[in-house]
């Protein structure tokens, strides 16, 4: 039933742009899908394996520097540089990772929210290769259909490889490094690998948006492409849908950015404390955000049907 409801919902996005959605629509539909790739991602790291990443937004300015540099002192045409953006971030995730992951809880957190800030810092202080504080210009190109099949495409493809990734061996490693990294260990498990896999494959999706991203704004610079808000919607929309579950992400980001639109242009910035308020009362509620929440007592109602028969 899942997976029908699924592939009626694919093939309805499918054939949306056939029913005249002006530019605004398609955007607003694309961004939602951009976000659920990279919330998805970002739950790869933080959610599977418990390794929460303050500076994941890194990847997604690596990823759109790397399209501007090569387009602009390489002049190579923008659609070759998408595969090398993921390659990019791959590169940066094994620099990084390797020693970072090493760390724990709250240390690690830092240490990468440090890598977002000082990766940002270099990008204003190189001008000559960068652009600096004045950034990069792409040659404009308005298609809002093709960004939306393009980001369509890989939000069900990370969903999709998330589902895989849950249901695999290498999902159960991650999740039993996150529950106990000591114990995991014990019984064989490879825990630096597993990490480090985790954290390559999210980082590189990551860049791989953040490419997309820039091309299709026509211009980036250091405080676009290393935001600090992009860090912040990660952890809320991920919270707000359930942390460590497969479609959480995907459903804390559409909640997200539908209210964000829907409330902004008739609240302003009145959304962000609606928001903050709605987000304390789910977190009280739902402790383990929507999907993990409503999950768990589902089997806890499954558990106590199946209590009472056997008391029959």
């Not at 790869?44 to 990443?53: C, E, K, N, Q």
Request: proline share 3%; aromatic share 12%; with cysteine.
């Amino acid at each position: 039933m899942r997976a029908g409801l699924f592939a009626a919902g694919l093939a309805a996005l499918l054939v949306t742009p056939a029913f005249g959605l002006n530019n605004s629509a398609l955007l607003l539909l694309s961004t939602v899908f951009m976000w659920i790739g990279l919330t998805s991602s970002w739950n790869i790291i933080s959610g599977f394996t418990g390794y929460v990443d303050f500076g994941h937004g890194v990847f997604f300015g690596i990823g759109g520097y790397t399209a501007g540099l090569l387009v602009t002192h390489v002049d190579m045409p923008f659609w070759y540089t998408v595969p090398l953006a993921p390659v990019a971030g791959l590169v940066f995730a094994l620099l990084v990772g390797y020693p970072l992951l090493r760390l724990r809880g709250v240390y690690f957190s830092i240490a990468m929210l440090g890598a977002f800030m000082a990766m940002r810092e270099l990008a204003l202080v190189f001008r000559d290769f960068t652009g600096g504080s004045g950034g990069i210009i792409f040659k404009a190109v308005i298609d809002r259909t093709l960004f939306y099949y393009v980001f369509l495409g890989i939000a069900v493809a990370v969903v999709l490889g998330t589902v895989w990734l849950r249901r695999s061996q290498l999902g159960s490693s991650m999740l039993a490094v996150r529950e106990n990294e000591i114990g995991a260990e014990a019984r064989g498990i490879n825990t630096t690998a597993v990490k480090l896999t985790a954290f390559c494959v999210s980082g590189a999706i990551t860049a791989l948006i953040g490419s997309l991203w820039a091309y299709q704004t026509a211009f980036i610079d250091p405080a676009i492409m290393f935001r600090d808000i992009l860090l912040i919607n990660l952890a809320l929309m991920v919270t707000l849908g359930g942390l460590g579950t497969v479609w959480g992400p995907a459903l804390g980001a559409t909640v997200f950015i539908l209210l964000r639109e829907t409330l902004w242009g008739t609240e302003g910035e009145d959304f962000l404390l609606f928001f903050g308020v709605a987000l304390i009362v789910v977190v009280l509620v739902l402790p383990k955000g929507i999907v993990g929440s409503l999950a768990d007592r589902a089997h806890l109602a499954r558990a106590r049907r199946a209590g009472k028969e056997d008391g029959r």
